[in-house]
Each structure stands twice: as structure tokens, then as C-alpha cells.
Nanobody, 119 residues
């Protein structure tokens, strides 16, 4: 079965940058969407950036102009470049891929990587 693993999280000061990676193993067949979500303490999980396989990207309003999502199909990896990080950006970041199937889309999630923004 396929798996996702995030990397690149860590501690950064406000205004700093991090690049998160999501490495996928297994078959990429049927993937129609990939994305990044985050969950801050005491808050629900929220979408950060969602990309279709055609390259269309939807960013959360809170990260527009600061975060950039990209992918490398040959490496089965996609990324989230995070610039000008703010304390509000802290949380566990999860990557996901969705596969279109009859009746809807099935999602696979990584275990998450911690992002801490603190001075």
C-alpha cells in the first residue's frame, strides 16, 4: 500500500522560512489531488494549499503570498515553501493525496511534521 511521509518541519523564528516535503511511495496511479493541511493546538485541521494534477493550486487566504506549493512528479514528491512565517502558522502539517474512485475521492495522509514559530 502507498504511504506518505512529511519532512522539513522544525523551529523557526517569525519571519523565517521552511520548506516541507511530502514523499510518496507506491503507485501514483489515479491521484487527482494533493495538498497540505495543518492543525494548531486547540484548533481544527485546516487546508493550506491544494493542488490538482493539472497544476491548479488553491491557497488558504492566510498564507497567500507567503506559501508556495510545487511538485516533482518524477520523484513522487511535492513541497510547501513557507516564507515570512508567523506564530499563527505553527502547528502540525500534514500532506495528503487523493485518488478519484467511483463514488468519490479516497485520501491518504502522512503522519505529520511539526512546525514551530517562536522567537
Amino acid at each position: 500500500q502507498g504511504q506518505l511521509v512529511e519532512s522539513g518541519g522544525g523551529l523557526v523564528q517569525p519571519g523565517g522560512s521552511l520548506r516541507l516535503s511530502c514523499a510518496a511511495s507506491g503507485s501514483s496511479a489515479g491521484i487527482t489531488v494533493m495538498g497540505w493541511y495543518r492543525q494548531a493546538p486547540g484548533k481544527q485541521r485546516e487546508s493550506v494549499a491544494i493542488m490538482t494534477t493539472f497544476g491548479n493550486i488553491n491557497y488558504a487566504d492566510s498564507v497567500k503570498g507567503r506559501f508556495t506549493m510545487s511538485r516533482d512528479n518524477a520523484k513522487n514528491t511535492f513541497y510547501l515553501q513557507m516564507n515570512d512565517l508567523k506564530p499563527e502558522d505553527a502547528g502540525v502539517y500534514y500532506c495528503t493525496v487523493g485518488r478519484g474512485k467511483a463514488g468519490g475521492t479516497s485520501y491518504l495522509w502522512g503522519p505529520g511534521t511539526q512546525v514551530t514559530v517562536s522567537s
